[in-house]
């Protein structure tokens, strides 16, 4: 796993709000799909009904700190390598920011447990992922502590 740099509390805070914003949609058959933070996603566990739990995750950009695109492509080479191996299914997904002034390819995997999409993240230096378990709704993972004042009732899980 890379080495974690120092990251502020403010910027976790502002990371977290743009990632709560952020648009997230995987790929099915040609067409993309909205996931949502904070709401059900019905249309990818419908198309995946054993899978259990799902998880966007990248290995673009870690710690949200911007990189060059060859670096971005082979990190996430490795992702699709490591995603293959895990012998789950998954499918190609991305984030953006809702104006699309950014735009992040990242990975939609179906059942993986939560050790190992935790462990996959951080192994990339990934400062926010999604996950949820089947019929629950879309949370938030951030890789930090909880900054103070950041709202206690987002769907957010801080993992330090």
């Known amino acids: 796993m890379p080495n974690t740099p120092p990251i502020d509390a403010t910027r976790v ?3 977290a709000k743009a990632y709560l914003e952020a648009d997230y949609r995987w790929e099915l058959d040609g067409d993309w799909h909205d ?3 904070g709401l059900l996603a019905p249309g990818v566990e419908m198309a995946h009904p054993d ?3 799902f998880g966007l995750v990248s290995a673009w950009n ?3 700190i911007e990189r060059s695109e060859s670096d971005n492509r082979a990190a996430d080479h490795q992702l699709h390598d490591l995603l293959i191996a895990s012998g789950k299914p998954f499918r190609a997904a991305f984030a953006s920011a809702p104006n699309r002034s950014w735009r992040e390819p ?8 939560l ?4 462990a996959m993240a951080q ?14 709704h879309v949370r938030l993972r951030v890789y930090a502590p909880r900054p103070a004042g950041f709202d206690h009732t987002a769907p957010v899980d801080w993992v330090p």
Request: no cysteine; net charge negative; aromatic share 16%.
């Open 13 to 15: 805070a502002q990371l």
């Open 51 to 53: 899978a259990g739990s």
């Open 35 to 37: 996931v949502r933070v």
């Open 106 to 113: 990242s990975w939609m995997a179906m059942g993986l447990g």
């Open 62 to 64: 870690p710690w949200s």
């Open 115 to 118: 050790d190992d999409f935790d």
């Open 123 to 136: 192994r990339f230096g990934q400062l926010g992922t999604l996950w949820w378990l089947a019929g629950e």
